[in-house]
């Protein structure tokens, strides 16, 4: 696993992963992998302005230690948590009214999963 292996054009592995990581099962790869396909169409759709990731996949310890849900969808590597510099978390989640999956919005930043069904929440 090489925290510089590119997921899609714009999305690096190690963006997703925190400090400390050193293995992950294939599934999670994969899911990673949709993932950052998923957040090219967001980069498009906001402009091609760069995204970051503040929270990507998660280890369930360090799912704890955040106080993530216990069924979070970033223990399978299906969620990140972003922000869009110059871009507001509610300008965000107004511009994509029509994501397919999970999307929560906080203060700070937006959470965006790729789940089966279109769900919204806030923080």
Known sequence: MKKEQAL????????FLHPGI????????SNLQKLAQSLETV?????????????????VEHNKTVGGAKNSYHLQGMAADIVVPGV????????????????????????????????????
């Open 8 to 15: 899609s054009p714009n999305f690096l592995l190690g963006e």
């Open 88 to 123: 507001s978390p509610k300008e965000v989640q107004t511009i994509l009214t029509d994501w397919p999956g999970g999307m929560g919005l906080a203060e700070t930043f937006t959470h965006l999963d790729i789940r089966p069904h279109k769900t919204r929440f806030r923080y």
């Open 43 to 59: 980069r498009t759709r906001l402009g091609d302005r760069p995204i970051v990731i503040t929270s990507g996949y998660r280890s």
């Open 22 to 29: 050193r293995y992950l099962p294939l599934p999670i790869i």
